[in-house]
Structures are given as structure tokens and as C-alpha cells.
């Protein structure tokens, strides 16, 4: 009997680092949402790949922060590394503050294997500033792993999961070989819904709305039924979802049902309806 081999891998980094891109790209599949938006990421996203005997268990990590802006919630960070067998901590290229020393500060305690990518280096300009950025690092952080990386643009991807595949454990698989995730459809049309709303409100607005799929079924055509409810707090909120003469929740209906065709390629039906907290 051959021997397996099973890891969980944690992406770890803060808002707009492009943590979301790197996890759908390595379970090459679109799960988690993106958005240059803080916290975005509000649940646990489990991605499974199993490549004969690999099976690797990507998580994307909810958000690092408390409710008051940069202060890192300890707690939920140092639970996700302890049940770790490897984590990406993900920076972007020059950028390096307090949190992101801190952050590796805590990962190198804990002992967990880890290496320390510095994402988006497509995007760097001046790159004769790219070395004196890396000898900072080493620095103060002796003999650590550092990979240059752009998600996006492919590059060092292949090198990433060649490095990934060394580290997990060998132990018995998890998962099942055709699991994909731990979402549910009905899950990931909700976070569907609600990256479109961030992308079509750019205030605070899609902070205060809660979603909900009372309704989720396939009908005799084996096209999707969902009805989803978006939860205000106030009233005020209905006008500015609405819009001028409905144009504005129309259009967002219409986007976020072709988004969730596009994921799960079936005809789908969506229906949404604002309510009132106190009402529901």
C-alpha cells in the first residue's frame, strides 16, 4: 500500500494582499471572494485538492482583524496556525509594518512550518528596491523562506505548490478524493451575492446587510431556484439598494445570478428581497 500524504495549508494576510486570489488559484477553483474591501473574508473557506497520493486542505482564513481597524485578533490567529502543517503568510512586495512583523513573530513562535510570500511583485515598478526590501527582512528574522510571487500573473506558482507538496505530513487522507470543499451551493451563492454587493456599493452599505437563502432548490428543468433576503438595519438602506426607479437592485440581481451561472454553469433563477431587521 502506497503511502498518503495530507496537510492543511493556511493563507494568512491582511485586507488587499491578495490572499483570495492565491486560494482559488491553488484549489483552481473560485470559492473564496475577492475584494479590496477589509474582512471580506467572513468564514472559515476550506479548498480540497487530492493529486494521487497528496491531498491538500487550503484554508482561507477569516478575518484577522477586531472590530476596530489594524488591531489583530490574537486569538483567532493563533488558533489557525496551531492547527496548521503549513502556512503561507502573505505580504505584498514593499510593504512592511508592525502588523506584518508581528504577524511572523507569532508563526515563528508557534514552531509550525511557514514561508513568508510576498505577493503582486508583477506590480513593482523600481525593482532595484525589491533587494533592500528582502535584506530588511532577513535581518530580523534569521534564516527565514521568502518566495516572490504574482497570483495573478502565474509567476512562481508551479515553484509554491512544489514547496507545498515537501512540507504537508504523511498521514491518511481527510477527504474523500472527489471533495472540493466544505461550502455548501447554497453557502457560496450567498458570498456570491454578497461580493457583488461590494462591488456595486462602495460605502459602508454592504457592511450593515446580512444575507440570507431562505429558498434553494433545483426545479424539474434542473435550472436553480434561489430567493435570497438582504437584511437592513434601517430603512434609509432600501433607497439606496433600490435606486432610481428600481434600477439599481434590478441590475444587481441580474449580475449576481450570471455570477452564480457562471460557478456552478446551470440556468438559474434569482429572486432577492430587502427586509427590515425587526421585521424578519
Known amino acids: 500500500m502506497k503511502n498518503t500524504y495530507c496537510g492543511v495549508i493556511t493563507l494568512i494576510g491582511r485586507t488587499n494582499v491578495g490572499k483570495s486570489t492565491l486560494f482559488n488559484k491553488l484549489i483552481n477553483n473560485k470559492i473564496s471572494i475577492t475584494s479590496h474591501k477589509i474582512n471580506t473574508t467572513q468564514k472559515k473557506i476550506i ?9 491538500y486542505i487550503f484554508i482561507d482564513s477569516p478575518g484577522l ?69 528582502l535584506k530588511n527582512i532577513s535581518k530580523h528574522f534569521k534564516k527565514i523562506e521568502i518566495m516572490l510571487l504574482s497570483a495573478k500573473k502565474d509567476i512562481q506558482f508551479k515553484k509554491l505548490m512544489s514547496l507545498i507538496q515537501k512540507k504537508i505530513p504523511q498521514k491518511k487522507h481527510k477527504y474523500l ?57 434601517h430603512l434609509r438602506y432600501k433607497k439606496i439598494l433600490i435606486g432610481k426607479k428600481g434600477e439599481k437592485i434590478k441590475n444587481f440581481c441580474i449580475k449576481s445570478q450570471k455570477n452564480i451561472e457562471k460557478l456552478f454553469k446551470k440556468k438559474t433563477h434569482l429572486k432577492l428581497k430587502i427586509i427590515l431587521k425587526k421585521n424578519i
Not at 462591488?199 to 436553480?224: D, L
Open 177 to 233: 478524493s472527489h471533495e472540493k470543499t466544505n461550502c455548501t451551493k447554497k453557502f457560496l451563492s450567498s458570498e456570491i451575492i454578497r461580493k457583488t454587493l461590494l462591488k456595486f456599493f462602495h460605502q459602508e452599505i454592504p457592511y450593515m446587510i446580512k444575507i440570507y437563502i431562505p429558498i434553494f432548490f433545483i426545479n424539474s428543468k434542473n435550472e436553480y431556484i434561489i430567493e435570497s433576503i438582504l437584511q437592513i438595519p
Open 65 to 133: 482583524f477586531k472590530k476596530k481597524k489594524n488591531i489583530l485578533n490574537k486569538k483567532i490567529i493563533n488558533f489557525m496556525i496551531q492547527k496548521s502543517d503549513f502556512i503561507l503568510l502573505i505580504i505584498t512586495a514593499l510593504q512592511w509594518t508592525n502588523l506584518e512583523k508581528k504577524l511572523l513573530q507569532w508563526i515563528k513562535n508557534s514552531k509550525v512550518p511557514y514561508v513568508l510570500i510576498i505577493n503582486k511583485i508583477d506590480l513593482i515598478q523600481k525593482k532595484n528596491f525589491l533587494l533592500p526590501f
Open 47 to 55: 479548498g480540497i485538492i487530492t493529486k494521487n497520493v497528496y491531498q
